[in-house]
């Protein structure tokens, strides 16, 4: 999909606004984004009449909000289809405000000639910092420390210690799809703290190696694949049979990119020693799923990118894709 200059102006007469005009801009779910009424939206402003919903929105309440709104800023809510091909004419642009777009139909979009922006790179630093989070955190059982506590119990006081504690100095970190940008971040890190970095990669790199060969050498593996059709539950019960009763997974990346019933028998069974699980396949997950109760796992709902810097960081770059869009050069387009 190639828009110039002229076709974008183009489109917004035809949405119904004059030359010069500014746009109007409906933020569907801005409680997913601002829930803590801290950010500053004022760049946006700038550039767009902007209106905003608090809650999450079915694909219906999303029809009744971009009503009159020639732009449409989601943030992980599904637009299917179904929805986009009511839009009113007014529409032109759907901004993702964040890096994945998976949750939004292309292909309806393109028919509809309508522009779809993302914000890549946004997070990259907290997602990162919150993978050697996870790694820290596992290397001293803190978790399980304060868990025992909390219970009374104040073993690991009066007696030796009674959970794993180990260096992290000459432990090997291994990062499926490791060379992309947040990859890159982690292994920077993990070098600094002494760490040996695998990788898997498309391309040639000096630290890339089979992924059979990462799985069954890594002491913790993390998750920095996209969630493709190829990727889509990479981590089963056969890929963790391959790794070591020792290791931790991690997973910042995608719910999907794990079998998380097949990842809940194994943590259950001891076949690894935990996982960190930022996302979910389900988020939340269910209400009675083990992954909440189980001793080895530390469960976090999706906050990688929920850092107050993070996200006015990212609101900025929704500003500035909005401020391109209006000056008809778009930036950040997502190919359709």
Partial sequence: QFWGHSQILLGAVRGGRSRG??????LVNAGRLDFDRGLNLSKLESVAELARFEPDATPEEILERVQGAEIVITKEIPVPGSIIEKFPDSVRLIQEAGTGFNNIDL???????????????????????????FVLNFSSSLVPQMRMLQQGNRENFTKSMQVPHFELTGKTIGLIGGSGDIGSKVAAVAETLGMRVIITSRSPKPNAVPLDELLSTSDFVSLHCPLN???????????LAKMKRTAFLINTGRGGLVNEA???????????AGAGLDVQEREPPDADSPLYTLENVILTPHIGWKRLETRQRLMDIVADNVGAYVAGAPVNMVPC
């Fill in 107 to 133: 292909e309806a979009a393109k028919k509809r000639g309508i522009v779809v922006c993302n914000c890549p790179a946004y997070s990259s630093d907290a997602v990162a910092h919150l993978v050697i989070t």
């Fill in 262 to 272: 097949e990842l809940i028998e194994v943590l259950k069974s001891g076949g690894i």
């Fill in 21 to 26: 005009a500014m746009p109007k801009a409906v």
């Fill in 229 to 239: 059709a190829e990727t889509k539950h990479i981590i089963n019960r056969e890929s």
